[in-house]
T-cell receptor
Framework: KNEVEQSPQNLTAQEGEFITINCSYS?????LHWLQQHPGGGIVSLFM???GKKKHGRLIATINIQEKHSSLHITASHPRDSAVYIC??????????FGTGTRLTIIP | NAGVTQTPKFQVLKTGQSMTLQCAQD?????MSWYRQDPGMGLRLIHY???????DQGEVPNGYNVSRSTTEDFPLRLLSAAPSQTSVYFC????????????FGSGTRLTVV
């Protein structure tokens, strides 16, 4: 069982829809990362957060440390948002532990 | 452009062959790492380095060697390729192990036949 659970595993939505991807973990953490992996394979770091909320353009990441849960939201989704979204946590100065990702497909 | 340069992008090896995956970064990051990505599994850490001359094993180190002679370069060597090493490999660098400034290379798709 993966220490990081992401849901859903796959998500297909129409262009313009509001998207939510969830990440749950079972241990106390220092920080959580959200990454984006495009169909070409490259991985880009989107957010690193340890509390509250961060926003970058149409992307919003939230975290509830007490509930051990984080969400990634995409507003006004666009086909170019189609990618695999990966969450990963860090405990102290340990290395990152990664989830298996959520594959998002946005249909025009 | 600043970032992590990883080569090659694709490679096919025969069982038993050896090869080196190259990784270089120009951001003066102390921390560099190698991951493999397999279907249905999260990225798994192979080896990492916290600075020049210092390397350590990750979760899945068997069959791989690394060295860190300079801050910029962190090559991954497959000693004797096996089909189980068929995977996509990513090099990454950051300011520290926790991931601040985490930057990934473009990946190497390796097939061992």
């Amino acid at each position: 069982k993966n220490e990081v659970e992401q849901s859903p595993q796959n998500l297909t939505a129409q262009e313009g829809e509001f998207i939510t991807i969830n990440c749950s973990y079972s241990v106390g953490i220092s920080a959580l990362h959200w990454l984006q992996q495009h169909p070409g394979g490259g991985i880009v770091s989107l957010f690193m957060l340890s509390s509250g909320k961060k926003k970058h353009g149409r992307l919003i990441a939230t975290i509830n440390i007490q509930e051990k849960h984080s969400s990634l939201h995409i507003t006004a989704s666009h086909p170019r948002d189609s990618a695999v979204y990966i969450c990963a946590y860090r405990r102290g100065n340990e290395k990152l532990t990664f989830g298996t990702g959520t594959r998002l497909t946005i249909i025009p | 452009n600043a970032g992590v340069t990883q080569t090659p992008k694709f490679q096919v090896l025969k069982t038993g062959q050896s090869m080196t995956l190259q990784c270089a970064q120009d951001m003066n990051h102390e921390y560099m790492s190698w991951y493999r990505q397999d279907p249905g599994m999260g990225l798994r850490l192979i080896h990492y380095s916290v600075g020049a001359g210092i390397t350590d094993q990750g979760e899945v180190p068997n069959g791989y060697n690394v060295s860190r002679s300079t801050t910029e370069d962190f090559p991954l060597r497959l000693l004797s390729a096996a089909p189980s090493q068929t995977s996509v490999y990513f090099c990454a660098s950051s300011y520290g192990p926790g991931g601040y400034g985490y930057t990934f290379g473009s990946g190497t798709r390796l097939t061992v036949v």
